[in-house]
């Protein structure tokens, strides 16, 4: 088993920073994909963005993330990030990070933290 479990959340203002960290407690989490995940009220779960399993793996992007959200890994300390830089109010969310084969949909991620609350005044 993994336990995931996010970290870095809060209250910013449009165009503000924040980074996200998804700590694995328990097992490693080196060997397998991690991946970050979103949900806005009365809105689905969407895909963020997800890197492969070792540190500098291949990543990838939600369009509506791309160029403002980085996503890496440190997998000696069993420990994922998502920068997130130029909020927009759009961002708001509950954020959740995951772990497992990776790829853009949640039914192929195990492992969930419980999520964190990010807001982006406007």
């Known amino acids: 088993q993994v336990q995931l479990v996010e970290s870095g959340g809060g209250l910013v203002q449009a165009g503000g920073s924040l980074r996200l960290s998804c700590a694995a407690l328990?097992?490693?989490?080196?060997?397998?994909?991690m991946g970050w995940f979103r949900q806005a009220p009365g809105k689905d779960r969407e895909f963020v963005a997800s890197?492969?399993?070792?540190?500098?793996?291949?990543?990838n992007y939600a369009d509506s993330v791309k160029g403002r959200f980085t996503i890496s890994r440190d997998n000696a300390k069993n420990t994922g990030f998502l920068q997130m830089n130029t909020l927009k109010p759009e961002d708001t969310a509950v954020y959740y990070c995951?772990?497992?084969?990776?790829?853009?949909?949640?039914?192929?991620?195990?492992?969930w933290g419980p999520g964190i609350q990010v807001t982006v005044s406007s």
């Open positions: 890197i492969r399993w070792r540190s500098g793996g291949t990543t």
């Open positions: 995951a772990a497992g084969i990776g790829g853009t949909t949640d039914r192929t991620y195990a492992y």
């Open positions: 328990g097992r490693t989490f080196t060997n397998y994909a």
